[in-house]
């Protein structure tokens, strides 16, 4: 069974551009879960999507936006970027709540 | 505060010998358990999951969960240098906290031959 992939696995953006990030999760899964990873503040959750509707956020700004399609696989977008929103994003399949999650290879932001 | 806490790292352990990661969480609504290892500059594993009072068993992993304590624990036996890695435990509330993991800061664990 193939695992969850992402796509890119590497970004270079400049502050203000705008990236979209895509996750495609294990078949069989509809629950995607969003994940930024930094040095400082760890893995924080963005947000959770299921049969294309989105069921849970976290604390981030409404500049990370996200959607999921109707074969389960995910994007999500940032945009205006910061220079902190450097990062590896992660993302996460499930078949569901309290299910295991397995994460993907990740895509790491760069913001110059 | 953090509502999940590893146990201060890092961890040094000789090869052969049992490595004892800890974990609490503050929320006593949280439901399911997760471990993960991490290794420098890749995604985190699953390499536990644990939603029952007592222990849990796969190979070399041993998971334990204490609800009434709000503690969670792993313990890896006859641990090999490969074992060496960052390893992140996770917690998942019950409700309406879909697909949410909350994560400690995590614990570095070096294995020296």
């Known amino acids: 069974k193939a695992g969850v992939t992402q796509t890119p696995r590497y970004l270079i953006k400049t502050r203000g551009q705008q990236v979209t990030l895509s996750c495609s999760p294990i078949?069989?899964?509809?629950?995607v879960s969003w994940y930024q990873q930094t040095p400082g503040q760890g893995l924080q959750f963005l947000f959770e999507y299921f049969s294309e509707t989105q069921r849970n956020k976290g604390n981030f700004p409404g500049r990370f936006s996200g959607r999921q399609f109707s074969n389960s696989r995910s994007e999500m977008n940032v945009s205006t970027l910061e220079l902190g929103d450097s990062a590896l994003y992660l993302c996460a399949s499930s078949s569901g709540w309290g299910q295991e999650q397995f994460f993907g290879p990740g895509t790491r932001l760069t913001v110059l | 505060q953090k509502e999940v806490e590893q146990n201060s790292g890092p961890l040094s352990v000789p090869e052969g010998a049992i490595a004892s990661l800890n974990c609490t969480y503050s929320?006593?609504?949280?439901?399911?358990f997760f471990w993960y290892r991490q290794y420098s500059g890749k995604s985190p594993e699953l390499i536990m999951f644990?939603?029952?009072?007592g222990d849990k068993e796969d190979g070399r992993f041993t998971a334990q969960l204490n609800k009434a304590s709000q503690y969670v624990s792993l313990l890896i036996r006859d641990s090999q240098p490969s074992d060496s890695a960052t390893y992140l435990c996770a917690a998942e509330a019950g409700g309406t906290s879909y697909g949410k993991l909350t994560f400690g800061q995590g614990t570095i664990l070096t294995v020296h031959p």
């Open positions: 644990i939603y029952s009072n």
């Open positions: 078949s069989g899964h509809r629950s």
């Open positions: 929320d006593r609504g949280s439901q399911s």
